[in-house]
């Protein structure tokens, strides 16, 4: 086992108050130690490594030059922040991250004074820092914000939203543009870095105010000529023109790696008059960590690994995971099927379009951190014909739920939606849990609405889809590897709204939808040795509900039990409505709804957070049980 790397520096370091109080020239072995830290860290973890790379010697220099925590540093998105942790009071806890009871893997505004704004979707930074900056300016405060934005969060239209009406936070909002691969930025070097110095410097500003207030006394058409010359000038020469437009000041670009260039242009944008400032600062993803550096996506997330070899923890093989059973069954499709696209926002290895961009590159379209572009452009290309896949994690579609409704449901196109990602997600905690897409899609007219029991369910419902040209739909599916069910080699279309029956039985219905059927068949089994006969139901829809079997179903057992891994008014709130417009419950029959808990789950193993969740089989045999012994008489007495 490898010893921890020597820090003598950072270990004097516990908050910023104490970073403040070393000397600049310290800051460059400081930012070594951090980084050397923050692999260590992660290589016992796992988790998102290359972007906290990358902001090393900016998070020193940020925290250095600004006086946080009254200054608000916001980070865009958290899973940079990495070393913001470690040096705002929480390195004696970092290798807990994303483990239960442990550090978030991103901002959380609970876990410290120095996340003033949790991030873990991204593109939020400038509004949220827009707000704090607007509400310094109301109370009179001088204390600055300070927005942190990159690794792609640049791609969604939020950020320039927010931008479009920041100059109503004057110099108390500074945006620092993390420029890591974005292809924005021409080549940083001396001259770059000496333009961005002289540009934020004081008597560069000083004059270029008083030529300013010269140019408006002259007359007004004279001062909008000179600013917009001076303007061009610089936009011409840092690429700023566009954020100028905007209404920020454009310092940039500089190289976010070295601190004698990064220390002295905060200090001038910290001391600055004019603002919003933006600071185009130019970094390397992975950067100071070569597995990382040579890496197609720079170790973005990774599992636990070797610091020495960068070699990643490998998995034990099994089933496939299911993200790569509807991308590889999709690209088969998309070969004889030339109406089939696959779009995905920013998440191309994640949803599984990576493969289908590989041998359809003509027809996938990644279109950057910006899911309510996702689903219009979707529906234009539904509407002109094509067979659009839309493929966004459950917890991303979320932020483009008006589109889902205005531009596809409303309209009633058939865009197709994968939803990756659909239920409880581990180590990502709460804010990429899908545990709304089935309460918010099965709530509009013209959906239907799937959910894979396992793999060769997933690749049928990808045909279904494909097939499915009369309207919108939804099929949803887990993180993870499947259960090990053989694809068939020949796919065809499920019936629209149409269950199946797993196992047979007579006093308990188990209805389920999604990949928790193993766990009711695990329960089934349980309840088979004492003595009670289930019935298990794959549903497969949530909308259209099959009610035929439905009805069969709660007029032929005792108890019948849903089970879905989503939030309330899902499966079980649809269910409980067709009960009760039919009068299904009137004979005594006991229905209960298993569904997630109504609260956000932090980050833990999967299988506890199951069980906090109450949807493992123990607690299936335990809703049964306490239905049972509440029926004071039997359902054939109740029915006498």
Request: aromatic residues 6%; hydrophobic residues 40%.
């Given at each position: 086992?490898m010893?921890?790397?020597?820090?003598?520096?950072?270990?004097?370091?516990?908050?910023p108050?104490?970073?403040?109080?070393?000397?600049?020239?310290?800051?460059?072995?400081?930012?070594?130690?951090?980084?050397?830290?923050?692999?260590?860290?992660?290589?016992?973890?796992?988790?998102?490594?290359?972007?906290?790379?990358?902001?090393?010697?900016?998070?020193?220099?940020?925290?250095?030059?600004?006086?946080?925590?009254?200054?608000?540093?916001?980070?865009?998105?958290?899973?940079?922040?990495?070393?913001?942790?470690?040096?705002?009071?929480?390195?004696?806890?970092?290798?807990?991250?994303?483990?239960?009871?442990?550090?978030?893997?991103?901002?959380?505004?609970?876990?410290?004074?120095?996340?003033?704004?949790?991030?873990?979707?991204?593109?939020?930074?400038?509004?949220?820092?827009?707000?704090?900056?607007?509400?310094?300016?109301?109370?009179?405060?001088?204390?600055?914000?300070?927005?942190?934005?990159?690794?792609?969060?640049?791609?969604?239209?939020?950020?320039?939203?927010?931008?479009?009406?920041?100059?109503?936070?004057?110099?108390?909002?500074?945006?620092?543009?993390?420029?890591?691969?974005?292809?924005?930025?021409?080549?940083?070097?001396?001259?770059?870095?000496?333009?961005?110095?002289?540009?934020?410097?004081?008597?560069?500003?000083?004059l270029?105010?008083?030529?300013?207030?010269?140019?408006?006394?002259?007359?007004?058409?004279?001062?909008?000529?000179?600013?917009?010359?001076?303007?061009?000038?610089?936009?011409?020469?840092?690429?700023?023109?566009?954020?100028?437009?905007?209404?920020?000041?454009?310092?940039?670009?500089?190289?976010?790696?070295?601190?004698?260039?990064?220390?002295?242009?905060?200090?001038?944008?910290?001391?600055?008059?004019?603002?919003?400032?933006?600071?185009?600062?130019?970094?390397?993803?992975?950067?100071?960590?070569?597995?990382?550096?040579?890496?197609?996506?720079?170790?973005?997330?990774?599992?636990?690994?070797?610091?020495?070899?960068?070699?990643?923890?490998?998995?034990?093989?099994?089933?496939p995971?299911?993200?790569?059973?509807?991308?590889?069954?999709?690209?088969?499709?998309?070969?004889?099927?030339?109406?089939?696209?696959?779009?995905?926002a920013?998440?191309?290895?994640?949803?599984?379009?990576?493969?289908?961009?590989?041998?359809?590159p003509?027809?996938?379209?990644?279109?950057?951190?910006?899911?309510?572009?996702?689903?219009?452009?979707?529906?234009?290309?539904?509407?002109?014909?094509?067979?659009?896949?839309?493929?966004?994690?459950?917890?991303?579609?979320?932020?483009a739920?008006?589109?889902?409704?205005?531009?596809?449901?409303?309209?009633?196109?058939?865009?197709?939606?994968?939803?990756?990602?659909?239920?409880?997600?581990?180590?990502?905690?709460?804010?990429?849990?899908?545990?709304?897409?089935?309460?918010?899609?099965?709530?509009?007219?013209?959906?239907?609405?799937?959910?894979?029991?396992d793999?060769a369910?997933?690749?049928?419902?990808?045909?279904?889809?494909?097939?499915?040209?009369?309207?919108?739909?939804?099929?949803?599916?887990?993180?993870?590897?499947?259960?090990?069910?053989?694809?068939?080699?020949?796919?065809?279309?499920?019936?629209?709204?149409?269950?199946?029956?797993?196992?047979?039985?007579?006093?308990?219905?188990?209805?389920?939808?999604?990949?928790?059927?193993?766990?009711?068949?695990?329960?089934?089994?349980?309840?088979?040795?004492?003595?009670?006969?289930?019935?298990?139901?794959?549903?497969?829809?949530?909308k259209?509900?099959?009610?035929?079997?439905?009805r069969?179903?709660?007029?032929?057992?005792?108890?019948?039990?849903?089970?879905?891994?989503?939030?309330?008014?899902?499966?079980?709130?649809?269910?409980?409505?067709?009960?009760?417009?039919?009068?299904?419950?009137?004979?005594?029959?006991?229905?209960?709804?298993?569904?997630?808990?109504?609260?956000f789950?932090?980050?833990?193993?999967?299988?506890k957070?199951?069980?906090?969740?109450?949807?493992?089989?123990?607690?299936?045999?335990?809703?049964?049980?306490?239905?049972?012994?509440?029926?004071?008489?039997?359902?054939e007495?109740a029915?006498?």
């Open positions: 086992m010893s921890r790397p020597e820090t003598p520096l950072l270990d004097k370091v516990d908050t108050t104490d970073l403040r109080k070393l000397d600049v020239h310290d800051l460059r072995q400081l930012a070594d130690e951090l980084r050397a830290e923050m692999i260590d860290a992660v290589g016992s973890t796992g988790g998102h490594l290359g972007s906290g790379l990358g902001v090393v010697e900016l998070t020193v220099a940020l925290h250095y030059v600004f006086n946080t925590p009254d200054d608000r540093l916001i980070w865009d998105v958290g899973h940079q922040a990495y070393p913001h942790k470690i040096l705002t009071g929480r390195r004696d806890r970092i290798r807990t991250l994303r483990q239960g009871g442990g550090l978030s893997g991103f901002t959380k505004r609970s876990e410290s004074e120095y996340d003033p704004f949790g991030a873990a979707h991204s593109s939020t930074s400038i509004s949220a820092g827009l707000g704090f900056a607007v509400a310094n300016k109301l109370s009179g405060s001088k204390d600055k914000a300070i927005a942190v934005i990159g690794d792609g969060a640049m791609s969604a239209g939020m950020a320039y939203e927010a931008m479009n009406n920041a100059e109503q936070a004057g110099n108390r909002l500074v945006v620092i543009l993390n420029d890591n691969d974005m292809s924005i930025a021409p080549p940083v070097g001396g001259l770059s870095a000496y333009l961005a110095r002289l540009i934020s410097s004081s008597e560069y500003l000083g270029r105010s008083l030529a300013s207030k010269v140019a408006r006394k002259l007359s007004r058409r004279v001062h909008t000529s000179l600013g917009k010359a001076e303007e061009f000038t610089r936009g011409m020469v840092t690429g700023g023109t566009l954020f100028e437009e905007l209404g920020f000041y454009y310092v940039g670009p500089i190289d976010g790696h070295n601190l004698d260039h990064l220390v002295p242009v905060l200090e001038n944008v910290r001391d600055a008059d004019e603002g919003p400032v933006l600071v185009h600062v130019v970094t390397q993803k992975g950067k100071g960590y070569a597995p990382a550096e040579n890496s197609a996506d720079k170790y973005h997330g990774v599992q636990k690994f070797d610091v020495i070899t960068g070699e990643q923890k490998k998995s034990s093989g099994g089933p995971n299911y993200q790569n059973v509807f991308g590889e069954t999709l690209t088969s499709l998309a070969d004889t099927d030339k109406r089939i696209c696959a779009i995905t920013a998440m191309p290895s994640g949803t599984g379009v990576d493969k289908f961009a590989k041998a359809h003509d027809r996938a379209f990644d279109v950057g951190i910006a899911e309510q572009h996702a689903v219009t452009f979707a529906a234009g290309l539904a509407a002109q014909g094509m067979r659009p896949f839309c493929a966004i994690y459950s917890t991303f579609l979320q932020r739920f008006d589109q889902v409704v205005h531009d596809v449901a409303i309209q009633n196109l058939p865009v197709r939606f994968a939803i990756d990602r659909a239920g409880l997600v581990g180590a990502d905690g709460a804010t990429h849990a899908g545990s709304f897409d089935i309460t918010y899609l099965a709530t509009l007219p013209n959906f239907v609405v799937m959910a894979p029991a793999e369910e997933l690749a049928l419902m990808t045909y279904t889809a494909a097939q499915h040209d009369s309207g919108p739909i939804a099929f949803r599916y887990p993180r993870g590897a499947g259960r090990g069910v053989a694809i068939p080699d020949q796919l065809h279309a499920l019936e629209i709204g149409k269950g199946r029956i797993v196992r047979q039985g007579s006093k308990v219905a188990l209805l389920s939808l999604g990949t928790r059927l193993s766990e009711a068949e695990k329960a089934a089994d349980l309840l088979e040795a004492k003595g009670l006969s289930t019935t298990i139901a794959d549903l497969r829809f949530a259209p509900l099959d009610s035929e079997l439905i069969k179903l709660m007029t032929t057992h005792d108890v019948v039990v849903t089970l879905e891994e989503g939030s309330i008014g899902g499966l079980g709130a649809h269910v409980l409505t067709l009960a009760s417009d039919e009068g299904l419950t009137d004979g005594g029959l006991k229905i209960r709804t298993m569904r997630l808990p109504d609260i789950q932090d980050q833990d193993a999967p299988e957070q199951y069980d906090e969740a109450g949807l493992n089989a123990p607690q299936i045999v335990s809703t049964v049980l306490a239905a049972l012994r509440h029926n004071s008489a039997s359902v007495e029915r006498a």
